[in-house]
């Protein structure tokens, strides 16, 4: 069964310090959803792509936060610089079309955590 | 403002029944989701509903009421695999997803 995938799974940084995270969605879903998930809270989408085209980057924090899909395959999301608040678990989903009512696939998620 | 609403909480018996309910207040409604997450894993696909009424899909049943605003998703023959938090998710007018806090359950022998 095609799955997302994710890595890294985990990752301790220190504050100021860049970390970067990547995934590959499900070979043939145009739509990636790039969401940052803090412990007993839904995910909150952080951006969203359509192909290799950003749809929506309303709630990304732009003075530090990063995504690109370039070749509209596998994507990256880089924070720089890293800061406490930002310890959550970041999850990447992938849906077939950009139709809202597809079935959004997640991957196992990069639990980060900042000190 | 948009907002969904979930019990934080809830307990019950392995092999009972358990209701756990959703409502929202959005601009607008275009469909409903829910998922299913283990601790510490990513969210699952459980079922989405778009018209009211019950969808059942084996132990997991999802209803609507989009004239109350209102979901429930009914787990039937509880089992300890079970324990895990449930999102409700809800499509606005402007199709954006927009997701719940989850509700934690907890299954006990």
């Known amino acids: 069964e095609a799955e997302v995938a994710q890595s890294p799974r985990y990752k301790i940084t220190e504050k100021s310090q860049a970390v970067a995270f990547w995934c590959d969605p499900i070979?043939?879903?145009?739509?990636l959803y790039w969401y940052r998930q803090i412990l007993g809270q839904g995910p909150e989408l952080l951006v969203q792509?359509?192909?290799?085209?950003?749809?929506?980057d309303s709630q990304l924090p732009k003075d530090r936060f990063s995504a690109e899909r370039l070749k509209g395959v596998d994507s990256t999301l880089k924070i720089q610089p890293a800061e406490l608040g930002d310890s959550a678990m970041y999850l990447c989903?992938?849906?077939?079309?950009?139709?809202?009512?597809?079935?959004?696939?997640f991957g196992p998620g990069t639990r980060l955590t900042v000190l | 403002g948009q907002n969904i609403d979930q019990p934080t909480e809830m307990t019950a018996t392995e092999g009972a029944i358990v209701q756990i309910n959703c409502t929202y207040q959005t601009s607008g409604f275009n469909g409903l989701f829910w998922y299913q997450q283990h601790a510490g894993e990513a969210p699952t696909f459980l079922s989405y509903?778009?018209l009211d009424g019950l969808e059942e899909k084996g132990r997991f049943s999802s209803f609507l009421s989009r004239s109350k605003g209102y979901s429930y998703l009914l787990l039937k023959e509880l089992q300890m695999k079970d324990s895990a938090s449930y999102l409700c998710?809800?499509?606005?007018?402007?199709?954006?997803?927009?997701w719940g806090a989850g509700t934690k359950l907890i299954i006990k022998p």
């Open positions: 792509f359509q192909d290799e085209s950003v749809v929506d």
């Open positions: 998710a809800v499509i606005d007018s402007n199709y954006q997803l927009i």
């Open positions: 070979s043939g879903h145009a739509t």
């Open positions: 509903n778009v």
């Open positions: 989903a992938s849906s077939f079309s950009g139709n809202p009512t597809d079935t959004q696939y």
